[in-house]
């Protein structure tokens, strides 16, 4: 993750005074500090990945960086199984950075999942600037594009394209 993306996803989480998070994608934790240090210091960070290796990489990054073992909740599972046991309306952001040909399917799971005023973020939506290029391209491109234009399109949402990284999409939920 760029510093630019780690700083956007700070301030991201800042602007929307998050205490509840959801991560699709826990790696290695990196976004995951960023989100924290955005967050209120009663926040709760919820992150999901199919690697047990990776979230507990990612709970001794927290440690290191100093923050308690309540402030994060790990969950193991493929995110489309794990985000319908979350609860409706109880998060103030979610970060996406998982399968890339998945992005849709987050979308319908994060609009249920955020509370009005909440912000959904996705992370590489630039796809290194495939998304853009009018050559064949693979499924996950296309996948990318789908899910620009129905955020674009979405009356219940209030969209911006970042470019920060390879590229941040944020959305308010009205």
């Known amino acids: 993750m760029s510093p630019s993306t780690g700083a956007a996803l700070r301030l991201l989480a800042a602007s929307v005074d998050a205490k509840a998070v959801a991560e699709i994608g826990t790696g290695c934790g990196v976004s995951g500090i960023h989100l924290l240090h955005g967050m209120r ?6 992150t999901v990945d199919t690697e047990p290796e990776h979230q507990q990489s ?9 923050f308690a073992s309540n402030r994060a909740r790990f969950i193991p599972g493929q ?9 409706d309306a109880g998060y103030d952001l979610v970060f996406c950075d998982g399968d890339r040909l998945e992005y849709p399917d987050y979308l319908a799971e994060s609009l249920r999942l955020l509370r009005p005023g909440g912000l959904v973020v996705f992370e590489g939506v630039f796809a290194g600037g495939r998304t853009v290029d009018s050559g064949p391209q693979p499924t ?7 899910l620009l ?9 209030v969209p911006s394209l970042l470019p920060v ?10």
């Open 41 to 46: 210091p009663d926040g709760v960070l919820t």
């Open 58 to 66: 990612a709970r001794q990054a927290f440690r290191v960086c100093g």
């Open 79 to 87: 995110a489309l199984d794990v985000l319908p046991r979350l609860a």
């Open 140 to 146: 996950e491109v296309l996948r990318l594009r789908e």
């Open 149 to 157: 234009r129905t955020v674009r399109e979405s009356q219940e949402l």
């Open 165 to 174: 990284g390879d590229g941040l999409l944020c959305a308010v939920k009205r």
